[in-house]
């Protein structure tokens, strides 16, 4: 697990709010503090849909793309927000890419917790196990994923 400082926060709030770059990843949950507190459950509720659009719904949980346009406009204003936490990850199939068999059956998801606090934007990784293993080279490869992630679409940080 790794902290990772957001060295220019306007260009990645313009990157994570009104471009497509994390699109293909899934959200668990956002909280953002404006003038209210807003929390929106990136879980899908598969009763809102009919029973033929239910079976499309490929994941559990929303892709950002699809709660995007909602945080920004909760976001979008002269005030800055208070603060925010999104926490974003991978769809299972790209958790498999990167990890071996034997760890993604280990591994149940890997994220990643975007903060706005006091001005400033934070990464933090982690993962979610659902059981034991000794083996923490999943830790190393999702980390270096986004490093590799954010360097690759300009995004600069430096470690804490």
């Known amino acids: 697990m790794i902290a990772l400082k957001i060295s220019n926060t306007r260009q990645f709030m313009a990157a994570l709010l009104t471009s497509e770059l994390f699109d293909t990843f899934l959200i668990?949950?956002?909280?953002?503090r404006t003038a209210n507190t807003f929390t929106i459950d990136g879980h899908v509720n598969k009763e809102f849909y009919g029973e033929e659009d239910a079976d499309?719904?490929?994941?559990?949980?929303?892709?950002?793309?699809?709660?995007?346009?909602?945080?920004?406009?909760?976001?979008?204003g002269k005030h800055?927000?208070?603060s925010f936490k999104f926490i974003l990850c991978l769809t299972p199939e790209k958790k498999d890419e990167?990890?071996?068999a034997e760890l993604s059956?280990?591994?149940?998801?890997?994220?990643?917790?975007?903060?706005?606090?006091?001005?400033?934007?934070?990464?933090?990784?982690?993962?979610?196990?659902?059981?034991?293993?000794?083996?923490?080279?999943?830790?190393?490869?999702?980390?270096?994923?986004?490093?590799?992630?954010?360097?690759?679409?300009?995004?600069?940080?430096?470690?804490?």
């Open 28 to 32: 668990e949950s956002a909280e953002l």
């Open 56 to 76: 499309r719904q490929e994941y559990e949980l929303s892709f950002w793309k699809n709660l995007r346009p909602v945080c920004y406009e909760l976001i979008k």
């Open 80 to 82: 800055t927000p208070v």
């Open 98 to 100: 990167l990890l071996e």
């Open 105 to 160: 059956a280990v591994v149940s998801s890997l994220v990643f917790i975007i903060r706005f606090s006091e001005g400033h934007i934070t990464i933090t990784t982690g993962a979610a196990l659902s059981g034991f293993t000794l083996d923490k080279s999943y830790e190393k490869n999702w980390d270096e994923y986004v490093k590799r992630f954010l360097s690759t679409v300009g995004l600069e940080y430096e470690e804490l």
